[in-house]
């Protein structure tokens, strides 16, 4: 019996996030860029680089709920900006996991009634279901808010802005103060990319529309940017004594993934993001060993399954208003625990795993 696919949910960036929204229609939304949300109960993360030690920014946060778990749940994944950093891997970039519990329809006030259940019933079937005796892993349910309420987006939270305002002030005394000698560094400004929300379509909503003229035409494209002509790398190969022979077919190994990977992406080129939880990665490059020795959930053991992974498209919309920053990569592989775990009172956001694949070309220049 043939294997089920696992539905493929794509991420396009959407309109941009004005002011500071607060509450549930904050951290129920998926977005890019900006400051991380908060959980109720459960502290933002606030990482930094492992090589600079300086503060990371916010790349994506995704609220992707389970099927059938009570939980509210989100991801969010950071990196450094700093173009010294950006040579450093998986060292630059971290994934956290946030969980809290959703409150009954029952329990809950009319007002945050309706905003849990603002995309429960356009994503799921039986999303609310939460009094299961299924015991079994849940499967994936990416219920998502994606800003379409111009009106949440656009309030602006004037506590926040000024406790913002006063902590700065505090600071600023307080370096004043200290004698020159006794000086410390003062807390490193968080780097921020402009942010937008990201809306979600269902991918195949999209494949049928690709024509095989259109396929072929991007294996024209890719054939004479880089000079490959299948046809003779496979006839070199077979022809080579038996060391050019192994780099030859390495190559064209490598060429096929590539290949893979852009064609499986032209019917939505702008795609951010590709969810899939307990689904199949889309490589862009041969995978690593790390994709077979995935390290185990460091809370309860259980094995890491993927979820979603960051789209070269991204690359090009982060940007920031104000300050240098910037982050190249070919795509961002994020691995979570596949029990979900969560420990009862837990406060604090749970790291995961992610594996990071150059861009091809990237590496000619490198």
């Known amino acids: 019996m043939a294997a089920v696919r696992k539905p493929v949910l794509l991420g396009l960036p959407d309109a941009a996030v004005h002011g500071h929204p607060t509450g549930p229609g904050a951290w129920s939304a998926s977005k890019l860029g900006g400051l991380p949300d908060a959980l109720p109960a459960v502290a933002a993360p606030s990482p930094v680089c492992e090589r600079c030690r300086q503060s990371l920014a ?152 690709v024509s095989l003229d259109h396929a072929h035409s991007l294996l024209r494209e890719y054939q004479q940017r880089e000079g490959i002509h299948m046809e003779q790398l496979i006839s070199q190969s077979l022809s080579s004594d038996d060391n050019e022979k192994y780099e030859k077919t390495t190559i064209k190994s490598g060429d096929k993934i590539f290949y893979k990977f852009k064609k499986r992406i032209a019917a939505c080129q702008e795609q951010i993001l590709r969810y899939s939880w307990s689904g199949e990665p889309l490589f862009l490059t041969c995978p690593s060993s790390e994709v077979t020795e995935l390290p185990a959930c460091s809370l309860c053991g259980a094995q890491r399954t993927f979820e979603f992974q960051l789209m070269p498209a991204l690359v090009s919309i982060l940007r920031s208003a104000d300050l240098d920053l910037s982050v190249e990569f070919g795509t961002i592989l994020i691995y979570t625990c596949e029990k979900s775990c969560w420990p009862h009172n837990q406060q604090t956001p749970m790291e995961e795993f992610c594996i990071v694949q150059e861009d091809p070309d990237e590496l000619l220049f490198k």
């Open 58 to 209: 916010l790349v994506v946060q995704v609220y992707c709920p389970l099927e059938g778990s009570p939980f509210h749940r989100l991801l969010h994944v950071f990196t450094c900006p700093r173009p010294r950093c950006g040579s450093c891997g998986a060292r630059s970039w971290k994934v956290f996991r946030s969980q809290c519990l959703q409150m009954r329809e029952k329990e809950a006030p009319d007002t945050q009634r309706q905003e849990n259940n603002l995309a429960a019933e356009d994503w799921c079937e039986g999303a609310d279901d939460w009094g299961s005796d299924n015991e079994e892993t849940p499967s994936p349910q990416l219920t998502l808010d994606f800003g379409n309420d111009s009106k949440g987006a656009k309030d602006i939270d004037c506590t926040a802005q000024l406790q913002d305002l006063c902590l700065q002030e505090t600071l600023l005394a307080a370096a004043l103060t200290v004698p020159p000698e006794e000086e410390m560094a003062l807390p490193s400004v968080v780097p921020q990319f402009l942010p937008y929300y990201i809306c979600v379509v269902d991918e195949d909503d999209y494949r049928d529309v």
